[in-house]
């Protein structure tokens, strides 16, 4: 029900935008965020936004990152700007519902090259 896209292989300082789509039948979001998963670890938060446009962001993101999303597309992006080989992980979308339902995306690979 989530479609995330935008991944790829990118060299070192390069930018990547990843998104993220609800299908018609998720309404009413209230947060959308992206997490990060490396083979074998947890999946830990990237970026989140509110629907009130709060946003919060990993340490390690803060000023390369940005997240925004489009409340009338149900959209969620991330705009990775000079990305880093410790970038690189399987990275997930994911919507909470104002009833508080979860839904995750299938996974985007971002490999970066050093």
């Known amino acids: 029900q989530l479609q995330a896209s935008g991944g790829g292989l990118v060299q070192a300082g390069g930018s990547l935008r990843l998104s993220c789509a609800a299908s018609?039948?998720?309404?009413?979001?209230?947060?959308m965020g992206w997490y990060r998963q490396a083979p074998g670890e947890q999946r830990e938060l990237v970026a989140a936004?509110?629907?009130?446009?709060?946003?919060n962001y990993d340490d390690s993101v803060k000023g390369r990152f940005t997240i925004s999303r489009d409340n009338a597309k149900n959209t969620v992006y991330l705009q990775m700007n000079s990305l880093k080989p410790e970038d690189t992980f399987v990275y997930y979308c994911?919507?909470?519902?104002?009833?508080?339902?979860?839904?995750w995306g299938q996974g985007t690979q971002v490999t970066v090259s050093s």
């Open positions: 994911k919507m909470i519902s104002r009833w508080g339902r979860e839904y």
């Open positions: 018609g039948t998720i309404w009413s979001i209230n947060v």
């Open positions: 936004i509110t629907s009130g446009g709060s946003t």
